[in-house]
């Protein structure tokens, strides 16, 4: 399929340029900066450099060779890659005296296919960065500028190459969106060409590698990952996909019961609930790292598979609920120190798997799976069930994880969630959880003084999870629910909430 690859240089946007895109009907892909050479496949119509956390004047900045911008294909660079496009092509790039973070307004100053079709010559975009453009290469001209005077966006005389230094992708700018369709329908050229029912007709193609014969193993969870992807397979391989449900004492309230209810008229798919929840619970003891937590639930995971598989099989396909989210956030731009998380689905999986991996919803974003389930005809509650962390409540209570811990974080989030279910503006929360903190607080109960847990409410609206803001639950509600928790759940005796956005936080706690 034809596509935009983006390049990722380390920034915090770089999973909502791809997004965008998409929303466009444009497909599009991430690889890290160091796969510049995947810009050269016929089917890249144009390449997008992302923006990043590093300076182009650092001895150890992410660059990719010179020689990368003589492509004859488009280029578009954002923030940092504008940065980059700059410096290694012989324009002079510097620290500067007033940086610009946050809305800045700016003015278009020459004539511009990236500023065409109804973008007006004054602006608000979004900017992040420390250095700037001082000077652009001989061969390029300024085409807009800040309020502050500093340049904001360059392109080549004659060449594709353009490079804006605000964020187009990020919703606080304006026109963003006009300015990546003229990239990518007035520069690249390119037509519409990703869609939910192309992604079907993709996946058509691509399981017809499933032999008549062959079978497959699914994790199911009760998930809109999992689910999804179940009623994927089941449509295209009718009677030979197995789903394997794992009681691994992670889960938040009745939730076996839930899935046992949701899949129990599901045709297509043969549901086996296993409770390993002792086992799990054995092998977390002591671990208080939250990636290590992932890898151990991951292969605890894989070997109740393999076991299952063994009794049942044979099995020659593991099918997974992985996301491109998962992918993309599990793969470090530059080293470990900056891998967003270890999926379980993608990292912790061991290398001799012993099955041939079928990761069907691996190139969709969360929204995209949605109105995929939607059109396999999954009810609307399971589609548009809340995101649920794969390591499930393992993450949601920071540190070690026991039975006790577990019930407390447990009771806690299933108060929360039963007060806000009744409320009108539910629908408008993509995520809303408990969290058990590390620390224990000072409290009275009675006469009697208290040392208990801490629980942390977080509640957020989001589009596809890459940004997310604090949903503003009313103060009294808040009351009352930290009322009703800390009189029913045994062991707290204080609530907080997280009023904290993403970026710079995550969503999830660990």
């Known amino acids: ?55 182009v004047l650092d001895a150890d900045a992410p660059i990719i060779p010179r020689e990368f911008f003589g492509i004859s294909k488009p280029v578009l660079g954002v923030c940092y890659g504008m940065q980059l496009m700059a410096k290694l092509m012989r324009g002079q790039v510097q620290p500067s005296d007033s940086r610009e973070y946050g809305r800045t307004r700016i003015e278009i100053t020459a004539d511009s296919v990236l500023f065409a079709n109804g973008v007006e010559s004054h602006f608000q975009a979004w900017m992040s960065h420390g250095d700037i453009v001082t000077k652009p290469p001989e061969s390029f001209i300024v085409t807009a500028r800040s309020h502050n005077g500093l340049i904001a966006a360059i392109q080549h005389k004659t060449r594709p190459l353009f490079a804006v230094q605000f964020h187009p992708e990020v919703s606080h700018t304006q026109y963003g969106m006009q300015v990546l369709r003229n990239f990518a329908f007035h520069v690249a050229h390119m037509q519409p060409n990703w869609s939910v029912d192309a992604f079907l007709k993709q996946q058509q193609e691509s399981l017809k590698t499933v032999e008549g014969d062959d079978r497959v193993l699914i994790a199911v969870s009760g ?42 008229d599901f045709k297509g798919l043969h549901l086996h609930v296993i409770d390993a929840q002792d086992r799990f619970l054995s092998e977390l003891k002591g671990i208080t790292d939250p990636e290590q937590k992932r890898k151990v639930i991951g292969r605890v995971f894989f070997d109740v598979f393999k076991a299952f598989a063994r009794a049942h ?57 949605r109105e995929l389930g939607r059109r396999l005809g ?3 509650a399971m589609v ?7 390591p499930g409540l393992a993450v949601r209570v920071l540190g070690e994880v026991t039975a006790e811990k577990l019930r407390i974080v447990r009771e806690a989030d299933a108060i929360f969630n039963e007060e806000l279910a009744v409320q009108p503006f539910y629908p408008q929360i993509w995520q809303s959880f408990a969290v058990l903190l590390p620390v224990r607080s000072v409290g009275v109960m009675g006469d009697a003084r208290t040392y208990d847990q801490v629980i942390a ?29 800390i009189g029913r759940v045994k062991g707290v ?17 660990e």
């Open 1 to 55: 399929m034809e596509q935009i690859l983006v390049l990722d240089f380390g920034s915090q946007y770089t999973q909502l340029i791809a997004r965008r895109l998409r929303e466009m009907g444009i497909f599009s892909v991430i690889l890290p900066f160091d796969s510049w050479q995947a810009a050269m496949q016929p089917d890249v119509r144009a390449v997008i450099l992302s923006g990043g956390p590093s300076s």
């Open 378 to 380: 999954l009810p609307a």
């Open 223 to 264: 998930g809109v990952d999992s689910s999804v992807t179940a009623a994927l397979l089941a449509r295209m391989l009718p009677g030979r996909v197995t789903g394997v449900f794992v009681d691994n004492g992670l889960l938040r309230k009745d939730e076996v019961a839930a899935v046992q209810a949701a899949f129990k």
């Open 457 to 485: 409410l977080r509640a957020v609206q989001s589009v596809d999870a890459m940004t997310a803001e604090v949903f503003d639950i009313p103060t009294s509600l808040l009351a009352d629910i930290a009322r009703r928790i």
């Open 384 to 390: 548009n069930r809340q995101p649920f962390p794969g």
């Open 493 to 509: 005796n204080r609530v907080v909430f997280d009023v904290s956005s993403k970026p710079p936080a995550t969503i999830e706690w």
């Open 313 to 369: 099989g044979p099995f020659r396909f593991l099918a997974q609920g992985t996301l491109y989210p998962d992918v993309i956030e599990s793969r470090s731009v530059r080293g470990p120190s900056h891998t967003i998380k270890s999926h379980h689905n993608v990292g912790g999986l061991p290398e001799d798997l012993g099955f041939e991996l079928l990761e069907p919803l691996r190139e969709l974003f969360k929204d995209e799976v």
